[in-house]
């Protein structure tokens, strides 16, 4: 679907250039195609697929939309992109840094080689300092040292007529069932966690943590997503409980709806419960092959809903004919929640837009919603001098 945006917009602003849009698996009939096109439009994928191809070439620009694709400098797509030979570079994104400042050094060390000094020494004098002992003027300076490559557009600044966008925390209750279901899986992942680490360390039982805190944000959206047993299917979810009330009342006074979310087999379970209650609406995973098909029909008004997965459909789609969000489970990382907001939130938007961000009381939730705070304000002071220092 972003291929799919680039190229009637570059039709629209720039009618001289040609297009040649790379994708699928007949694509290599097209290779003779690309020394005479303007501009080649390709996926992040294809940088492996076809990097023989692309690394004999030398073009006058490369440009990296939703660039924070290479924000692990270690991944191999990241290396690619940084071996494209190229007169300029230009990085397009709206979350430039989403868990740590070592993202935003990746995306200046294609940009810019050398203008954060190599990977150790940032660490040593930029990200260590500001994101563990919270050092203000270290903050001050990296955002000093990158601000001449920088051009950062909010949207306060070039869309002034843009709808505000409310955001809303819902704090959710578990009744006394989910409760216990929930601070049993805690109690037990504290000790599975604490034995892995006893046994092996803290370094070697990061998948142990990373499968601990799953399951407990499992819990809190649906039981069933841990266990499939008699017992469990008992269980109420007090999300699903909020929705089956909420969407109809919400569908009645005439909203659009996304619903976004990250767990595929707890999203089959609610599209269950939506079908029952006779709400129409969309479907858009990683499997989703009709994505642009998809987005036209929401927009031309076919469905009330669009049920969405977080990672396949947080970016890339226009989707302005929507004026409710719903984040069914909080993620990591507050940027990227904000991108998938604005599918809705963005040029073209006429109603103001409700963004609810559903949350469990005294659980790993709560804690997500902290970690994000801290997260923006660490991107507010690498990016913006004159903001304050994350606390």
Known sequence: SVLGNWQPTIRRFATELGSLILHGAKRKESFAAIDSADVILLG???????????????????????A????????????????????????????PMENH?????????????????????????YRTPIENGGDTKRAAALSRRIQPFLLRRTKD???QDLPPKIRIVE????????????????????????????????????????????KLRQACCDPRLINT????????????????????????EGRRILLFSQFTSRRQRRDTAVKVRSIPYFLLTGETRQRTELVRRF??????????????????????????????????????????????????????????????????????????????GLVEAALNDQAPMMA
């Not at 492996?48 to 006058?60: A, G, T, V």
């Not at 017992?231 to 569908?251: G, M, N, R």
């Not at 993620?331 to 604005?342: L, S, Y």
């Open 299 to 376: 927009q031309a008004g076919g469905v009330p809903l669009f049920l969405i997965s977080l990672k396949a459909g947080g970016t890339g789609l226009n989707l302005t004919a929507a004026d409710t969000i719903i984040h069914y489970d909080p993620w990591w990382n507050p940027a990227v929640e904000a991108q998938a907001t604005d599918r809705a939130h963005r040029i073209g938007q006429q109603k103001v837009v409700n963004a609810y961000r559903l949350a469990i009381r005294g659980t790993v939730e709560e804690r997500i919603l902290k970690l994000q705070a801290q997260k923006r």
């Open 229 to 252: 047993d008699a017992q469990t299917e008992i269980i109420p979810s007090a999300k699903l409980d909020w929705l089956s009330t909420t969407l109809p009342e919400l569908i009645a």
């Open 171 to 214: 704090p959710i209750e578990l009744d006394e069932r989910q409760r216990d279901f929930y601070d049993g899986i805690r109690l037990g992942q504290h000790r599975r966690v604490r034995e892995a680490i006893e046994q092996q360390g803290l370094a070697r039982s990061r998948i142990t943590v990373l499968d601990a805190l799953l």
């Open 157 to 159: 600044a070039v869309a």
């Open 44 to 66: 992040y994928p294809l940088l492996l697929l076809d990097s023989e191809m692309l690394l004999e070439r030398e073009f006058y620009f490369v440009i990296l939309d939703e």
């Open 68 to 95: 924070q694709t290479i924000k692990n400098p270690q991944a191999k797509v990241s290396q690619v992109a940084r071996a494209l030979r190229a007169e300029h570079r230009l990085c397009l994104t709206g979350t």
């Open 101 to 125: 400042l070592g993202e935003l050094w990746s995306l200046f060390d294609f940009v810019q080689p050398g203008l954060l000094g190599e990977r150790s020494q940032f660490q040593r004098h």
